[in-house]
């Protein structure tokens, strides 16, 4: 399944390479919002948020009211979680407030599942050099993916797995990563950057991993 994204900087509509250099920038959020519409599922992530300046909560409160969202961005606390879905989220995604000195805090997603409930919770796997990276892609840690997928998926339904080496640069998604995430999990599991046409979605659909899209549908690459 295609899983469009709309990132969210200083009020506009943003897309970044690598977390880091911005490439495109939209003042008005409503054209995407009318077209990602037909969509059960669209990704709303608040960068502002993710980099602890500032927010755009405001903006985030407008679109999952009108868009069926996964929202992410930010969320440290079970009181932040609850907030966004209390404001329409279908679910919330949680990444750097679930690695503790460097490892999986597997107390504070015991306390999500508990307080919010599996269902609701994606838990992200942010990777960059094979290592997962926190505080919006800038901090590297010393464990993998994989290892904190197996920590942490009692306590959610499903992972985000953002392949940061090649996040907005439309060079292809590793498809071999993605299998051996899947192998390891049976909860649902979510792959993103990079990925630039119809053809690695549908090899991401075989395996029973949906994608989530930016870059190649602004730029036009996949229309959608």
């Known amino acids: 399944m295609l899983i469009p994204s709309i990132d969210l900087m200083g009020g506009k509509v943003v897309q970044l390479v690598q977390g880091s250099k911005k490439a495109l920038e939209y003042d008005s959020f409503e054209p995407w919002v009318e077209r990602f519409a037909k969509y059960p599922l669209v990704q709303l992530i608040d960068l502002d948020a993710a980099m602890r300046q500032g927010d755009n909560r405001a903006l985030v409160r ?24 209390d404001c329409g989220a279908r679910t919330v995604i949680l990444g750097s407030s679930l690695v503790r000195e460097g490892q999986a805090d597997v107390e504070f997603a015991r306390q999500l599942e508990r307080s919010i409930g599996a269902p609701q919770l994606v838990f992200a796997l942010d990777s960059k050099a094979g290592k997962v990276t926190v505080a919006g892609w800038k901090q590297a840690t010393a464990i993998t993916a994989l290892e904190m997928l197996r920590a942490l998926q009692p306590y959610c339904g499903g992972f985000l797995y953002t392949h940061v080496d090649t996040e907005g640069t439309m060079t292809g998604f590793p498809l071999e990563v993605a299998r051996e995430l899947r192998a390891a999990t049976a909860r649902r599991l979510i792959a993103a950057g990079g990925i630039r046409s119809r053809q690695e979605i549908e090899a991401l659909d075989a395996i029973g991993v949906d994608a989530v899209v930016g870059m190649a549908i602004y730029t036009g690459a996949i229309e959608a």
Do not use: K, N, W
């Open 62 to 85: 407008q679109i999952a009211a009108r868009l069926p969202c996964q929202v992410g961005g930010g969320i440290r606390s079970v009181e932040g979680a609850r907030e966004l879905l």
